[in-house]
């Protein structure tokens, strides 16, 4: 999920112009139609800010190419922008467990996803997440097999999210959290910050807290789309 500026624009950068010219100059010229066409269908979405944003997702698909991923996990998957673009970057043998409880937006995207020849890497599983991941660990196989994970969910289960996906994701693995920023409250004076900004920016810094102490991964904080922490598996 990418939420707005003040001005309406995505992202954390200072001036709605500079944004743009990130978008114009480096982004959208390397981003392929059909992610493009998604993007425009989730325009006319009303919660149309819950898409990765493009920028966001360049890094992504920069980092799934880098550990040459192939087994990936997706938590959050709306109308499918950061799905197409894993199913788009993972090789013609790769798969994603993507777990969302709204199968309605993911069928918004999945006509694009279909032309897109990429439908048989997706395993969709409409579900709340924990219980999905929980039914995941019960077979030993799943753990430590999957090289990357993307989350843009429910913030107040971030925590809980980290610790299953550490016994999924392989050493080496990436797991990536969006909206790790929140629309920049998580530096603001409480008394600033919107009422319904509020408990989700509450979730949000213990969250930062918690993965700045972790030692099981090596972590960066990127302000692109509402901020994503990338963390490395060690």
């Not at 950061?82 to 995207?109: C, F, H, R, V, W």
């Not at 550490?166 to 790790?180: A, C, E, P, R, S």
Request: charged letters at 25%; proline letters at 4%; aromatic letters at 8%.
């Amino acid at each position: 999920m990418a939420l707005s500026n003040s001005d309406g624009s995505k992202g954390l950068l200072q001036t709605r112009e500079l944004f743009e010219y990130v978008l114009e100059t480096s982004v959208y010229p390397r981003e392929p139609e059909l992610l493009k066409e998604i993007r425009i269908i989730t325009a006319n979405h009303p919660r149309s800010l819950m898409s990765t944003s493009p920028d966001a997702g360049q890094l992504i698909a920069l980092l799934q190419k880098l550990i040459n991923a192939k087994n990936t996990i997706e938590i959050g998957v709306f109308t499918g922008y950061s799905l197409l673009l894993t199913a788009l970057t993972i090789p013609q043998d790769g798969k994603i467990t993507a777990i969302d409880m709204n199968k309605d937006t993911y069928e918004m995207g999945l006509p694009v996803i279909k032309k897109a020849g990429v439908e048989h890497k997706i395993n969709f599983i409409q579900s709340q997440a924990l219980s999905a991941l929980d039914e995941l660990l019960k077979d030993d196989a799943n753990r430590g097999s999957f090289d990357f994970a993307f989350v843009d969910a429910d913030k107040v289960n971030y925590q809980k999210y980290h610790e299953r996906l550490l016994q999924l994701v392989k050493v080496g693995g990436i797991i990536v959290y969006d909206n790790t920023l929140w629309f920049g409250t998580v530096a603001m004076p409480e008394e600033f910050v919107k009422e319904e900004l509020k408990p989700t920016r509450f979730y949000s810094i213990e969250f930062n807290k918690f993965l700045a102490s972790d030692d099981r991964v090596q972590i960066s904080q990127v302000p692109l789309g509402d901020g994503i922490t990338i963390c490395w598996r060690l």
